[in-house]
């Protein structure tokens, strides 16, 4: 009786697996239901309409843990198209359910789409954003959190609890009439303020009691600015950089660039009472701050005395503690194994690609652009163009690997790349504002960053040995960011300006990782649920049915 089963559940598992080729099917499923709506939000006192999941702003945060499988059906009840993406989810071999134009066709108003996403081999902090249509501006933005298997070692006591603490610039103005701004030729205006999960200045409070230890994910959701984080009279300990646990070191305050995700350790080691935690922009001549409350549970005083001051224009400070963030090699990542033993630093690099941002106008319009291409949205998402065979929607090869110096052109700039190489991105960013780039599906190994004029010299200074890997980096005025990766993961995948208004008008690509191998070891087939459009309208799904 019992080898029957036995055999019968290894036989429904072997059916199981070869239908949901998606998804392994012996990783726990969780399912979510969110509906995106508008509602009426007042973070900075006054009334704006916001996007919502579920009558919540910021959007409920996702507790997974390592492999798990999410299924989320996303029902949109806006007036517009709608996509959600997942900032730093690597989507492994499956670009389809990455929620960018690019990969994804649009949720039409009134209808659903169900994303079926691995959280396949990746630990730490990250989150959720509406990737459409300046939609960020309005909300719709989460936390998603990446747990470790429960006999994989941490390299740090478990916190007494886990806070999400989402912190971003905000504006006032409705995310159409930004949209307009941007549509009509003007550059995006300066924000109104600072908001901490949704909160404007005091709203957030974060409760501790004294002696204990917290984690705070904190992710800058926002539109442009790069913030400074802080809480009076506290240090933090820093643990995790976009999945992977870091040397631990003591901060007393931390630059957190727009896209970018960090885990601290917070000691409540102070006298009972409420202090300040402090957020505010960097780089900017007009300073934002605002504030929330870290309150100890037997507090009997409000905050008092000034928030504590944070760097504001020095870059310098800021390159230093990017620098200091270095791979703890001997800690355990997703996998039981220390993070140390892949050894990128001895690894041949295939090609070098120098990619360098410009802003510019045409016809009295601003655009922006990398290597002189100023990136159109074509009408059929890329990936569906591969997958059908559409002729006439990108070309690979659209953008050059080194900067040209030309004028500034549209085109739909797809990087042509081989899976499996092994490469080099060097960011040159020869603006005087800081930029901040992400890359979709991967994650890469930051090995240096440095003012002025990349070279080939430049790789001497490299951290070869345990630099971070990571999906978002920041590349400070007229300044270089290097960073090394393996093309592991075929697919289609968004590299992207974070400063939302440059991705908006054209500071963006594709890495088109490509093979010819139909496999579904390198890739997965088309998900039989995909919304189609553009010229991949009407096209056929195939027989595939999955109950
Ligand atoms: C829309 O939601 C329904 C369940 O309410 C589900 O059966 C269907 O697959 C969803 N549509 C898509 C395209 O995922
Ligand atoms: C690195 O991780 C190991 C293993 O968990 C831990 O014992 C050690 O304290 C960590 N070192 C630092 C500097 O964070
Ligand atoms: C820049 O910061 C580093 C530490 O990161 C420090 O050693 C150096 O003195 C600083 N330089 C200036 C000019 O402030
Ligand atoms: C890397 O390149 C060097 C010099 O070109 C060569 O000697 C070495 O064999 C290569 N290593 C690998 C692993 O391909
Ligand atoms: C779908 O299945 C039907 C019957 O099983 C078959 O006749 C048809 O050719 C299949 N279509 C495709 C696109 O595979």
Known sequence: MELNIAAVSALCLCIIVSLFAITSAEDPYKFFDWKVSYGDISPLGVRQQGILINGQFPGPDINSVTNDNLIINVFNNLDEPFLISWSGIQQRRNSYEDGVFGTTCPIPPGKNFTYKLQVKDQIGSFYYFPSLAFHKAAGAFGGIRILSRPLIPVPFPKPADDYTVLIGDWYKTNHKDLRHQLDSGKILSFPDGILINGHGPNGASFNVVKGKTYRMRISNVGLQNSLNFRIQDHTMTLVEVEGTHTVQTTLTSLDVHVGQSYSVLVTADQPDKDYYIVVSSRFTSQVLTTTGILHYSNSKSPVSGPPPAGPTTDINFSLGQARSIRTNLTASGPRPNPQGTYHYGQINISRTIILSNSQGTVNGKQIYAINSVSYVAPDTPLKLA??????????????????????????????????????????????????????????????????????????????????????????????????????????????????????????????????????????????????????????????????
């Open 386 to 547: 591969d997958h059908f065979k559409i002729e006439g929607v990108f070309r690979p090869g659209s953008i050059q690997d080194k900067p040209t110096g030309g004028n500034i052109y549209f085109d739909t700039s797809v990087l042509q790349t081989d899976y499996k190489a092994f490469i080099e991105i060097v960011f040159q960013n020869n603006e005087d504002i800081i930029q901040s780039y992400h890359l979709d599906g991967y994650s890469f190994f930051v090995v240096g960053m440095e003012g002025g004029q990349w070279t080939t010299d430049s790789r001497k200074k490299y951290n070869l040995q345990d630099a971070i890997p990571r999906c978002t980096t920041q590349v400070y005025p007229k300044s270089w960011t290097a960073v090394y990766f393996a093309l592991d993961n075929v697919g289609m995948w968004n590299l992207r300006s974070e400063f939302w208004a440059r991705q908006y008008l054209g500071q963006q690509l594709y890495l088109r990782v490509y093979t010819t191998s139909t496999s579904v070891r390198d890739e997965y087939p088309i998900p039989t649920n995909a919304l189609l459009c553009g010229k991949a309208t009407g096209r056929s799904l195939g027989n595939v049915t999955i109950a």
